[in-house]
Each structure stands twice: as C-alpha cells, then as structure tokens.
C-alpha cells in the first residue's frame, strides 16, 4: 500500500484533519492528498500563499520575521504551518516555501526547501531539503512526496 493510501486510512480511521499553507508548491500537495479517494473525510483545505504578501495577509506571518529570515527559512515554515493549524482547526497542518529554481533567491540556492508539519497540541517538526540537479516542479513533486512520507510518520507515532 502506497504511503499516500496509508495516510488517507490512517487518518480517517482516527477522525483526523489535514491542511496545509503552501508557497512553492502551489496547492500540489493538497491535489495529490485529494487524488486519493477518501481524501474528503481528511481534508480540510489548503492555503497557497505564493507572494510574500500573502503569507501575511492570509497566514499572519509577522512581516519582521519575513524581514529577518526571509520566506525560504525555517522560522517561516514554522510560522506559516502553525498559522495554518490555528486557522483551519486541522489536527496537522503542513507548510511548504522554498527556492524550486533556477535562480538564487534570498542568497538561498535552487532546490533549497523549508517544511513543517504543526499538530494540533502545538508541536512543530520542521524539515530542510536541498535539491540539486532538478528542474523546479521536478523539486515541488519530490518534496511534495517526502513530506507525506514524513506526515505519515508523524501521525504513526500518535498510534
């Protein structure tokens, strides 16, 4: 069984919700969660904030931690995931910003990715890709990928 089947089964077994705050992927993850029949027990939403302005506005990332750190960091992966959590009252909310490429972008290299993962207790696992030698959406399907592996993960130890 495919992780992303495992996952649907998973958290539909356990009554859980998923969102996600997406800027370099776009809305990728929540079509690959919602290509996967049963997706609608789980899904909640997404909200794809690919502007700066954006994860402002609609996710309330404090404009001095976008100041100091940047959209491709850490603080904002967290930030956006745990903003998204509080907001769509999901039991996990995943966030996604990053570099997919081809240029540099804030002194940070092509396929440099922040992720988080927030649940709803407030715990906050973050994690960094670095991607070399892909083309962008090849970047956005492969993170795309890992961070259901690693949503998957999450949640097995909830179990």
Partial sequence: MDELRQLIDLAGSRGWTVGSAESLTAGLFCAQIASCPG???????????????????????????????G????????AMALNAQRIMDVDFAVSFT???????????????VYCAIAKRDGTVFDFRFQMDGMQRNEV????????????????????
């Fill in 39 to 69: 997706a609608s027990v789980v899904l909640k939403g997404g909200i794809v904030t690919y502007w700066t302005e954006m994860k402002e506005v609609l996710l309330d990332v404090p404009a001095m931690l976008v100041e100091k750190f």
């Fill in 71 to 78: 959209v491709i960091s850490r603080e904002c992966a967290r």
């Fill in 98 to 112: 990053g570099n997919a490429g081809p240029d540099v972008m804030e002194e940070k290299p092509a396929g440099r």
């Fill in 140 to 159: 956005r399907a492969e993170v795309v990928r890992r961070m259901i592996s690693n949503l998957l993960s999450v949640m097995k130890e909830e179990i």
